[in-house]
Structures are given as C-alpha cells and as structure tokens.
C-alpha cells in the first residue's frame, strides 16, 4: 500500500523568500504523486500533479514540484513567497493498480508567511 | 454546479444520534469520493461511488457508517450511533470519471461535532 511523508508540520518563510516544502512518499511502483493546497475554509484545491514524462511539473500559483525516482521524493517548490500562500499544504499518492483510485494523503505542511 | 458543495457546513449533534451529511458533486462527474479530516490530519479515504455503486469502501472505520448514491449523482454520508471520535471534517470529492488520472475536486466539507 501507497503511504506519503511530510517531515515538516509547520514552515514558516518571509514573503518573497523562496520555498521548499518536503513530502516523500512509499510505493512498489511509480506512483501518481499531487500537491493540494488548502486555506481556511476553502475546500482543497490541486495545485499540480505528477502522472509520467517530464518529472518536473508546474501547477497553477507559481508553483512546482520535481518528482525524484531515486529519493522517493515529490517536494514542492516556489521561488518567491506571496502573503496569500500562507495555508496548508498536502502531499498525495495515488497507485497505479487497476481499480484502486484511492489517494492517500499526508498530514500536511502548515505554512506561514511573515511580512 | 459551478463545484462541489456540501451541506450542512456545520453539525454539531450528540452522542449516539444520526446524522446525514450531503455532497453535491460537479454536474457530469460519475465518480463520487468521501473523505474524513480530523484535527492536524491530511484527509483519509473514506469510500468511492462510480455511479451509483460503490466500488471501493475500504476506508469505512465500521458498520456505523454507510454512504449511499442513489441516482448516481448526489451522495449522502449516513452515521448512525455517533461517538465524540466522530467529530471531524467530512470531505467530499468528485470526478469526471475516477480512476487514476482524473483530478478529483473538493467540497469546503462538513464540519461535524459530536458532544
């Protein structure tokens, strides 16, 4: 069974600075990997998705994430922080297996921005 | 609909009471996913709807729970004998068709308490 890591529970960088937030992930196979993004009291919203080819990938926000095979590892990245990033932030896995459709997500990254 | 949407937002009940939460899904989408967020989680799998079966419910904790997608459109999360451990976030997703590749999109959930 797919499992997903976040190492980092709280983060906190100044605006404009840039970002990494870490998520690894456990599978037998290449999995499909996704970043959510969720603010206070929004629903969760993608913000990108690894599915195969190009293993780094952009998503919506000015955001993106490189999925490295050899690490187990899909940490999203940023290059400067606005105020309104500040949310929480999951990493995703989804198998591969024929019908399992089930997306195990971490316990997410809380990410604070100081002015 | 223009996304997925949940009602109530809020149900506080007490303990041993039933409760009915709903999902709307996008108009279209086939697939249908229930998701529960406790504090300081990342959302856990709940069940899956293709239409109107189930095809995945490994994620119900126990026979309290049941969820149902009657005209395979909207879906009601039914929990009966709620105890305080209950007491989350109940999320809801859909699909266009589910499986592995297809985004699924978040309501804003159901926030229930059970005193």
């Known amino acids: 069974a797919q499992s997903v890591t976040q190492p980092d529970i709280h983060i906190t960088v100044s605006e404009g600075a840039s970002l990494e937030l870490r998520c690894n992930y456990s599978y037998g196979a290449t999995p499909y990997l996704f970043w959510y993004v969720q603010s206070p009291g929004q629903g969760l919203q993608l913000l990108l998705k690894?599915?195969?080819?190009?293993?780094l990938v952009q998503g919506i926000k000015g955001f993106e994430a490189e999925f490295k095979r050899s690490q187990s590892s899909f940490n999203l990245r940023k290059p400067s922080v606005h105020w309104s990033d500040a949310a929480e932030y999951f990493c995703?896995?989804?198998?591969?297996?024929?019908?399992?459709?089930?997306?195990?997500f971490g316990k997410g990254t809380r990410l604070h921005i100081l002015p | 609909g223009a996304g997925v949407s949940q009602t109530p937002s809020n149900k506080v009940t007490e303990k041993g009471k039933y409760v009915e939460l709903r999902c709307d899904p996008i108009s279209g989408h086939t697939a249908l996913y229930w998701y529960r967020q406790s504090l300081g989680q990342g959302p856990e799998f709940l069940i899956y709807f293709q239409g109107t079966g189930a095809a995945d419910d490994s994620g119900l904790p126990n026979d309290r729970f049941f969820a149902v997608r009657p005209e395979g459109s909207v879906s009601t999360l039914k929990i009966q004998r709620t105890e305080r451990g209950d007491s989350a976030v109940y999320l809801c997703?859909?699909?266009?068709?589910?499986?592995?590749?297809?985004?699924?999109?978040f309501g804003p959930g159901t926030r229930l308490t059970v005193l």
């Open positions: 997703a859909s699909s266009l068709q589910g499986g592995d590749t297809d985004t699924q999109y």
């Open positions: 995703a896995v989804g198998a591969r297996s024929g019908r399992d459709d089930k997306i195990i």
């Open positions: 690894y599915f195969s080819g190009d293993t």
